[in-house]
């Protein structure tokens, strides 16, 4: 090597050197403010709830001061014992396990009809799909409410007249009125996710299905379902989050139900006890629904690349 080509080398690594010292400064800018509100709003307040939920609140008598002290694990234990929590975690787990399903399955195959050629107003149905979601949860849970309350509903009057199960807000059914009212809300949200991932399948493959004689139905079942697969495990995560979050529809259902209690779900338990100052117990009771939102989603997340694999 000569001394001129290794003054051409040592500058083209001096400049590849800064090129990727500017690209790193460039995105560390970029990073920094989301980083920064993901600290402060994300991390921090976990950190702090796990802090909390270590403490117990004590009183001498009544109306006593209020002083906390160390108790270890203690909340946690107290959590695992509660019935009312307990039943609460059974509820939103019989819950997600007829809904989620139920939710993605109408989602999935709304998607693939708007992505059909043969489904007319594309447009229209696709919207009418996105409204309910754009309605905002208090508002569309009232709507709702007024279309389970006896006395004041249609449909409820019209079931009684035909001597038809029509009591949506009793004990027995008002956990199947929450789920028609979130299947309602997040059908179009789900629909629109997998309908975006079947607008980024290459037509050439549609083409060369149906060249070789497969129906609409073959190409849905054999080549867009398989493509869809991640699409459905990620509305599949955001669903068993969602329903580990369960509160604002029985929440506001509470008002017209006695059947939905404090306890109904467990966030709204956790709500409850913080409303009373019991934050500690208040804050375990969250970190046990982090955890197993967390454990939930793990374990989705290995079947479902298990069975890619295989």
Same mark, same amino acid.
């Given at each position: 090597?000569?001394?001129?080509?290794?003054?051409?080398?040592?500058?083209?690594?001096?400049?590849?050197?800064?090129?990727?010292? /500017?690209?790193?400064?460039?995105?560390?800018?970029?990073?920094?403010?989301?980083?920064?509100?993901?600290?402060?709003?994300?991390?921090?307040?976990?950190?702090?709830?796990?802090?909390? %939920?270590?403490?117990?609140?004590t009183?001498?008598?009544?109306?006593?001061?209020?002083?906390?002290s160390?108790?270890?694990?203690?909340?946690? %234990?107290?959590?695992?014992?509660?019935?009312?929590?307990?039943?609460?975690?059974?509820?939103v787990?019989?819950?997600g396990?007829?809904?989620?399903?139920?939710?993605?399955?109408?989602?999935?195959?709304?998607?693939?009809?708007?992505?059909?050629?043969?489904? /007319?107003?594309?447009?229209?149905?696709?919207?009418?799909?996105?409204?309910?979601?754009?309605?905002?949860?208090?508002?569309?849970?009232?709507m709702?409410?007024?279309?389970?309350?006896?006395?004041?509903?249609?449909?409820?009057?019209?079931?009684?007249?035909?001597?038809?199960?029509?009591?949506?807000?009793g004990?027995?059914?008002?956990?199947?009125?929450?789920?028609?009212i979130?299947?309602?809300?997040?059908?179009?949200?789900?629909? =629109? =996710?997998?309908?975006?991932?079947?607008?980024? =399948?290459?037509?050439?493959?549609?083409?060369?299905?149906?060249?070789?004689?497969?129906?609409?139905?073959?190409?849905?079942?054999?080549?867009?379902?398989?493509?869809?697969?991640?699409?459905?495990?990620?509305?599949?995560?955001?669903?068993? =989050?969602?329903?580990?979050?369960?509160?604002?529809?029985?929440?506001?259902?509470?008002?017209?139900?006695?059947?939905?209690?404090?306890?109904?779900?467990?966030?709204?338990?956790?709500?409850?006890?913080?409303?009373?100052?019991?934050?500690?117990?208040?804050?375990?009771?969250?970190?046990?629904?982090?955890?197993?939102?967390?454990?939930?989603?793990f374990?989705?997340?290995?079947?479902?690349?298990?069975?890619?694999?295989?």
């Amino acid at each position: 090597m000569t001394i001129r080509s290794a003054q051409r080398h040592r500058r083209s690594s001096t400049t590849i050197t800064a090129s990727r010292a /500017r690209t790193r400064r460039t995105a560390a800018i970029f990073i920094t403010p989301f980083g920064l509100l993901f600290v402060c709003f994300y991390v921090l307040p976990i950190c702090y709830a796990v802090y909390r %939920s270590l403490f117990v609140t004590t009183r001498q008598g009544a109306f006593g001061r209020a002083t906390e002290s160390f108790a270890g694990l203690a909340n946690y %234990s107290r959590a695992l014992q509660d019935s009312a929590f307990l039943d609460s975690i059974g509820r939103v787990l019989l819950f997600g396990i007829v809904q989620v399903p139920l939710m993605l399955g109408l989602a999935l195959v709304f998607a693939l009809l708007l992505d059909s050629a043969t489904l /007319r107003l594309k447009r229209f149905v696709g919207i009418s799909l996105f409204v309910p979601y754009a309605v905002p949860a208090v508002i569309g849970v009232i709507m709702w409410g007024f279309l389970y309350t006896p006395g004041l509903s249609p449909v409820v009057s019209l079931l009684e007249s035909a001597h038809l199960p029509a009591d949506f807000l009793g004990p027995d059914m008002v956990l199947w009125s929450v789920a028609n009212i979130v299947t309602w809300t997040y059908t179009g949200y789900n629909v =629109i =996710i997998l309908y975006s991932a079947l607008q980024a =399948i290459d037509s050439s493959v549609y083409e060369a299905a149906r060249m070789d004689g497969a129906s609409a139905l073959q190409v849905a079942r054999h080549i867009k379902v398989p493509i869809l697969r991640p699409a459905i495990v990620l509305t599949a995560l955001f669903s068993i =989050i969602g329903t580990l979050q369960l509160f604002t529809e029985p929440q506001v259902l509470a008002g017209i139900s006695p059947s939905v209690t404090s306890t109904f779900t467990p966030t709204m338990m956790a709500f409850s006890q913080a409303s009373g100052n019991n934050y500690a117990y208040a804050a375990t009771l969250s970190v046990i629904l982090a955890l197993a939102a967390g454990i939930l989603s793990f374990g989705l997340l290995k079947v479902t690349q298990r069975r890619s694999q295989s």
